[in-house]
């Protein structure tokens, strides 16, 4: 059983959105930290938002404004809903949930490709 199942990626135009999903099972959700994170390949691997359990957002500055990071823990869910998207958002976007930093647990990735 893999605990972190991202989708919601895909091909969306410049100035489109998308929100991505990340289903955690098999953990106690609402106790983890949780972040989003975004690499390419080649790439260093990039925070793009995280929340507390508490729910305390933090963003990259490069998102700040069109990115927000959610969670529902009835779901054992987390989001990133993604506006105003550039092309340099294009990346495979990770989900990653700990006690700590770093974070422990990682799903598989979700590519997001912003292109006309």
């Known amino acids: 059983q893999v605990p972190l199942v991202e989708s919601g990626g895909g091909l969306v135009q410049p100035g489109g959105s998308l929100r991505l999903s990340c289903a955690a099972s098999?953990?106690?959700?609402?106790?983890?930290?949780m972040g989003w994170y975004r690499q390419a390949p080649g790439k260093q691997r990039e925070m793009v938002a995280s929340?507390?359990?508490?729910?305390?957002?933090n963003y990259a500055d490069s998102v700040k404004g069109r990115f927000t990071i959610s969670r529902d823990n009835a779901k054992n869910t987390g989001y990133l809903q993604m506006d105003s998207l550039k092309p340099e958002d294009t990346d495979v976007y990770y989900c990653a949930v700990g006690r700590a930093r770093p974070f422990n647990i990682w799903g598989q990735g979700t590519p997001v490709t912003v292109s006309s």
């Open positions: 929340i507390t359990s508490g729910g305390t957002t």
């Open positions: 098999g953990i106690i959700f609402m106790i983890y930290d």
